[in-house]
């Protein structure tokens, strides 16, 4: 399996809480689609197997108009080889999903929406800084469940100020829509951003962790009741509708990163393209790469499969480290693992941990 990311850096506003890389300047959006669109070019000999999904993230990649992301879709297309049937995932703002929007994203081969929903209360979308209102978030999924069979929704919990019963109501907000995939995120105090000056500042203060962990565990007990799969730590959703493009990265599969500030990993080493936008254009009209190259070795390796692993419901393989690293890694992880297997915080089951 092989999937391609393609970071879209722009965003109407600026979120309190995020620290990833965009512009709120929109002015030289074309350009950046150039640019994007030659590193496609310059990337096609590093997919060695079939592209199966295409996700555009960022940013925000629903500022884009449907014409610019089938540029983009074409270039992807033509460079590569693609599968009969991809995952073709969009990261859309619900002030973004118009119904006309929505029907020609569909148009274009768009297969997947992932709406920014983050909360479904007013009050909390305005600590946030989002663009869109709670009556935005509702009408945004409503509509694009008319035109879209696989719908995802990201949902924070954990939010200043936020109660139980806040959360739940957002869940209930949720199920009510029954969209079959949610992915869903304890607010982080992240560096550089709005929300730790307001934190620094004494403006705002960040939950109790036990509170935190209280509307975790409401979610997990929640969703998981509704017929929802807790395959990975954060992300629920019905059977058939699990997000190929992610599951690819917790099973250490291999991808491309397109785009300002993306990542990309050939199974040996990783990669990942500078965050500026400017420098990113620079280079790539040189026709050169602008990314930093880390090569991987085997403890590095180790390690990174014991992590990802451990975020996803189907555990570290034990036997694949025995294939991938040697024997030696597999008995340095069981021996590791002991304690916590005795002290039942870890199990071993079907050869996995």
Known sequence: ??????????????????????????????DMITAIRQEIRLRKQDAKVPVETIYFGGGTPSVLSPTQLRLLLDEVNSSFSVVADPEITLE?????????????????GIN???IGVQSFLDDELTLMNRAHNASQALSSVKHA???????????????????????????????????????SYALTLEPKTALERFVNKGVVSLLDEKVVEAQFRHLVDTLTVAGYDHYELSSFGKPGYHSQNNTGYWQGK????????????????????????????????????????????VVDRFNESIMIGLR????????????D??????QHLEKQAKRFVDEGLLHIENNAL
């Open 312 to 323: 996803a419901s189907w555990g570290v393989s034990l036997q694949a480290m025995e294939n």
């Open 145 to 183: 469940k008319k035109e879209f069979d696989n719908v995802s929704i990201d949902l924070l919990f954990g939010n200043p100020n936020t109660t139980l019963g806040d959360w739940k109501r957002n869940l209930d907000h949720a199920l009510q829509l029954e969209v079959p995939h949610i992915s």
């Open 254 to 297: 291999t991808y491309l990163g397109i785009g300002p500030s993306a990542h990309g990993f050939d199974g040996d080493q990783r990669y990942w393209n500078v965050s500026n936008n400017a420098s990113y254009m620079k280079q790539i009209a040189k026709e050169e790469l602008p990314q930093t190259i880390e090569k991987l070795s």
């Open 112 to 114: 997947r929406l992932s």
């Open 1 to 30: 399996m092989s999937g391609i990311y393609l970071h879209i850096p722009f965003c109407k506003k600026a979120c309190h809480y995020c620290n990833f890389h965009f512009s709120t300047s929109m002015g030289y959006a074309n």
């Open 325 to 330: 690293l040697g024997l030696r890694y597999r």
């Open 92 to 108: 859309a703002n619900p002030d973004d999903l118009s119904p006309a929007y929505i029907l020609d994203l569909q148009k274009i």
